[in-house]
């Protein structure tokens, strides 16, 4: 069965670095989703992106995160000048299409460690 | 805005036992979808069970089956006949057709041989 995948499992940087986060969403899916969990809270949506562009975002993705689809097959999360307070476990999640019925598949995730 | 609230974050069942874990939401929408996706350590959150609010029979699929009461605005998972394999976080979600799904904290269940 087709799975989402992320890259890398674990990233570890410094506050200020650049960060690229990866994930390669199902080949046929349309719609792609960056969540985010920090530890003990909920998980939160960050944005989705169809047909190369953000479709809905929330609050916390400001100026400091992008999203972009370099190729056919990535899916990417950037935040440009990390703080302590991104570290999270960051969700990848692609589906179909859109509305109520439409599941969400996810990736793995990737654990994210600003020091 | 709406809110999903998972009230245990950890719960222990014996194996082949039945355990039940607690979902409330807050909305004010007449039409959405509930979900229960669990998440095994290191794995992807996968889809478990699903519920539309317009339908008032409650969501079952084989050993999982959930108690969704509308106007308590409740939604719990039942899941029987408990599983090592069951052992994972729980996410409770919901979404009323937007495209951001809203998830609770999660709750830990461990399966005890």
């Known amino acids: 069965e087709p799975e989402v995948t992320q890259t890398p499992s674990h990233q570890v940087t410094q506050m200020g670095q650049e960060v690229i986060l990866r994930c390669v969403p199902i080949?046929?899916?349309?719609?792609f989703y960056w969540y985010r969990q920090i530890l003990g809270q909920k998980v939160e949506f960050l944005v989705s992106?169809?047909?190369?562009?953000?479709?809905?975002k929330s609050e916390i993705f400001d100026d400091q995160f992008s999203v972009e689809r370099p190729d056919g097959s990535n899916f990417t999360l950037k935040i440009r000048s990390t703080k302590l307070e991104d570290s999270a476990m960051y969700f990848c999640a692609s589906s179909e299409g859109i509305g109520l019925k439409v599941q969400q598949y996810f990736g793995p995730g990737t654990r994210l460690t600003v020091t | 805005a709406q809110t999903v609230t998972q009230s245990q974050p950890e719960m222990s069942v014996q194996e082949a036992e039945t355990v039940t874990l607690s979902c409330t939401y807050d909305t004010s929408e007449s039409d959405y979808y509930l979900f229960w996706y669990k998440q095994p350590p290191s794995r992807q959150m996968i889809l478990v069970i699903r519920?539309?609010?317009?339908?008032?029979q409650n969501a079952t699929e084989n050993r999982f089956s959930v108690n969704f009461q509308k106007a308590a605005k409740s939604f719990s998972l039942k899941i029987s006949d408990s599983q090592l394999g069951d052992a994972a976080m729980y996410f409770c979600a919901y979404t009323s057709g937007s495209e951001k799904l809203v998830f609770g904290k999660g709750t830990k269940l461990t399966v005890n041989p």
């Open positions: 080949s046929n899916h349309l719609y």
């Open positions: 992106f169809y047909n190369n562009e953000i479709s809905e």
């Open positions: 519920q539309e609010a317009y339908k008032q």
